[in-house]
């Protein structure tokens, strides 16, 4: 099965108590790789944390449509990260077809540059990309068909369940231009304080992932009633026990 990562924005209070020590934390229940979030901003955390704790990052959250982007390729460049992903395009600008395109024509072009860099650029999902349709189709099925083939897609699974999707069916529909799954659990609502370990909640967690039984499954909660790393912990040991 593809290895596990863990979406830092997770655990965000405890990297801002301790960045190092929490990245530790993650080390400590078994994950070699993270997915970083605000990446300039924490360059010199993980360039030090990283290697100190033996992860990588394949992946990492940028914004793409503001700041230096080239400066963010460089960056991710140097830390070994493979594929930046787009996390936000607000939600307005998934209503009509000419803005859904506008949007993939710029990462088509930040794509063009990062390959420069000998990296690929992906988008990350929110409910409204999925709740908005064009033609009866998810706003984000109509914004992949305008996407140029090396830009690829990381599904937030549960953002695209909140939003009305069939999320096995879509994920079957976008193929292969998925490469990586946000796998996360909870009532289903836009609540983020509903979520809770993955595997504990309704989503169903199997038939999700073996709609892209290939992509890098990122552990995520954005909020929680209870311990977030705990729910991490419980998370990964759900998704191995039910891989083994």
């Not at 690829?152 to 999320?167: M, P, R």
């Amino acid at each position: 099965m593809p290895e596990l990562s863990v979406q830092l924005y997770t655990l965000r209070a405890a990297l801002a108590a301790d960045f190092d020590a929490a990245l530790g934390a993650v080390a400590a229940l078994g994950f070699r790789q993270v997915e970083p979030f605000r990446l300039v901003e924490f360059a010199d955390e993980l360039r030090a944390g990283l290697a100190r704790h033996g992860l990588s990052a394949p992946t990492t959250h940028m914004s793409l449509g503001q700041g230096d982007q080239d400066k963010t390729f460089a960056l991710a460049r140097e830390l070994g990260i493979e594929t930046v992903i787009d996390p936000h395009v607000d939600s307005a600008r998934w209503q009509a077809e000419a803005d859904i395109a506008d949007i993939a024509r710029g990462l088509n072009a930040a794509a063009a540059r990062a390959a420069e860099f000998g990296l690929r650029v992906g988008y990350h999902n929110h409910h409204f990309e999925l709740e908005s349709r064009i033609g009866g189709r998810h706003a984000l099925e109509v914004f992949a068909d305008h996407l140029n083939p090396e830009v690829v897609l990381e599904v937030d699974t549960y953002w695209a369940y909140a939003g009305g999707a069939d999320v096995p069916a879509l994920l079957r529909q976008l193929g292969d231009r998925v490469v990586a799954l946000h796998v996360k659990d909870g009532d289903g609502s836009l609540d983020g304080k509903q979520q809770v370990a993955v595997g504990s909640g309704k989503l169903p967690i199997w038939e999700i992932i073996e709609a892209a039984p290939d992509a890098l499954r990122v552990i995520e909660l954005d909020d929680s009633q209870g311990d977030l790393l705990e729910a991490v912990r419980v998370s990964r040991e759900f998704l191995l026990a039910g891989a083994a």
